[in-house]
């Protein structure tokens, strides 16, 4: 998919012009570059100058709401001695944040500012010919604008995930400078809307590079083991392997190459008059990827004069009945829900370091599986899934109440779902897209639910589509969950709150679940517990009473046949700004098994045992 820049104010999806016509190749794209981390890059990170604006924002927006193209936007510097007065900003004299990083945890004044934020950072660049150079925007939440060399370069709305715009006619030899405006402003429009239970981080919170491709360059592919591969017993081992490369700007009948040297792969396939060539190769020996065995091929792509190096692993994802199957084998989901939370240093997580503490407590409670809330993480976290052999779950930001009824906001959730699936689409673990989270089950609701489910499974249906419920119908102890999103769906996630949003731990052991005959998460429960807070069972906010909570939850989830997976609420406490009993919360959600530097709770014991010693769920 590309999609041509233009100047609508804010809304990409406004700009969402899919063109398939390799003639067009000139016009500046905004495209979505599949393995962009993977490319020799020109880093932008590191120090920004920074000016805050306070609502409304006149710099970024003039009187109708429109971006301007003036102001900071042009980064002049101001007359001071000499001359006419001009501007009174001067971003070289500025203070710096680091990007990637949110605002917030930078600059205590900003810890709770949710507004703009002007960037701008010079940099040198040495144009090659014949080549075009994006600006590769990992994550900017939630609305951004960019400049380079004072012209408007692209637009972007979502927090979560990358895009790349075409800077090739804005840069010039030696030095050039580029400006961004991030807007973290909530509006009931945007995806999340106005409330939700996560901090709001703003800021370039992901790298930020320049990548330089050649005229016809590889911007999609995807390189899997063959969807439907049959894993019965006595059939021939699943080893072929399939998928596309798509070179925009290629001519039909350009020659693509997938080579995997040590799964004995050599392919060659050759462009249609849409720049995309499928291919399918037997791979002489191919080790599955499992959570067992994390195995990662060395897979090269060439087309023309670009190249591209990814490490992808094989597997395949299925349902059968009520059965969840990796590679043909049931499988018991057992990890915990995580939001993308730096540990130890708190704010937006993105580093290796960051994700590795993530798997280290995902390690401690021997989970094969991890919720990653409620928006996609940092790509450096499904890298570390893929390594680590846990599997994943990634969800756009669709958290309980948004505009079901705008068509405007759809079409927002499926330029979301799209950058998700796309940036992520070769990841061996992410084996879930999840639509949404705890959405109210309404007409509205369900058939913006129901119609994002199957844009999922049209555009990759070899993934399972999910999403977490809440709000079953309860008479007294019986809960029969009958939503109508739920056919929509291969993997249902059942959220609930027993034992803390309703009665006592103890309830936990009288409930009957009726579910139907589909695989089921239960994808959140938990408790509270401020970190070295201690009690009896029966005491709010201690460490026993989270432990006494998940426990009688372990043993409900174990009477439900459907199971197939558990991820308790929440894997590390997390910041939110609606969080404020001083003390006890201190502005984070307690629910974590750990603290937000790391150090376990009682629950950490209780949930590792569990797992290893007597899984609430079984594989069937
Ligand atoms: C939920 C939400 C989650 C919240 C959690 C809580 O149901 O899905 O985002 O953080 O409950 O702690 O209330």
Known sequence: MRLRSCSKPLAAVACLVLTASAAAQQTPLRTLLVGADRRPAQSLDGDWHYLVEQPPARELY??????????????????ISSGPHNSEYDFSTAPTLKVPGDWNTQDPTLLRFEGVVWYQRDFDYTPQPGQRTFLHIGAANYRSVF????????????????????????????????????????????????LYDFYDYGGLTRDVSLITVPTEFIDDYRVQLQHGASFAPGSAAARTVAGYVHVEGAAAGTKVNIRIPEAGVDATATTDGNGQASFQAEAKRLDLWSTTNPKLYAVQISAGADHVADQIGFRDVRVDGTRILLNGKPIALLGANMHAEAPVRGGRAYSDADMQNIVKMLHAINANFVRLCHYPHDERMTRATDAAGILAWSEIPLWQRITFSSPEVYAKAVTMLHEMIRRDQNKASVI???????????????????????????????????????GPRVSEDRIVQDDPLMPALDVVGQNEYIGWYEGTAEDADRKTWVLPQKPFIMSEFGAEATPGNHGGAHDRWTEEQQVNVLQHQFAMIRRIPQMRGTTPWVLMDFRSSTRNIPKLQNGYNRKGLFSETMQPKQSVELVRKTYTENPPVKAE
Request: charged share 20%.
């Open 62 to 79: 003039d009187s109708q709401g429109k971006i301007r193209d003036t102001g900071y936007a042009l980064n002049t510097h101001p007359n």
């Open 147 to 194: 400049w380079v060399n004072g012209k408007r370069l692209c637009e972007h709305e979502g927090g979560f995930t990358p895009f790349d715009c075409d800077a090739t006619a804005l840069l010039h030899p030696g030095s050039n400078f580029v400006v961004a405006a991030v807007d973290s402003t909530r509006h009931q429009d945007d995806i999340p809307s106005l």
């Open 432 to 470: 879930f897209w999840s639509v949404s989270n705890e959405t109210p089950n309404n007409a509205d609701r369900t058939r913006f639910l129901t119609n994002l489910a199957n844009e999922a499974r049209h555009t990759d249906s070899t993934r399972l589509i999910t999403s977490a419920l809440i």
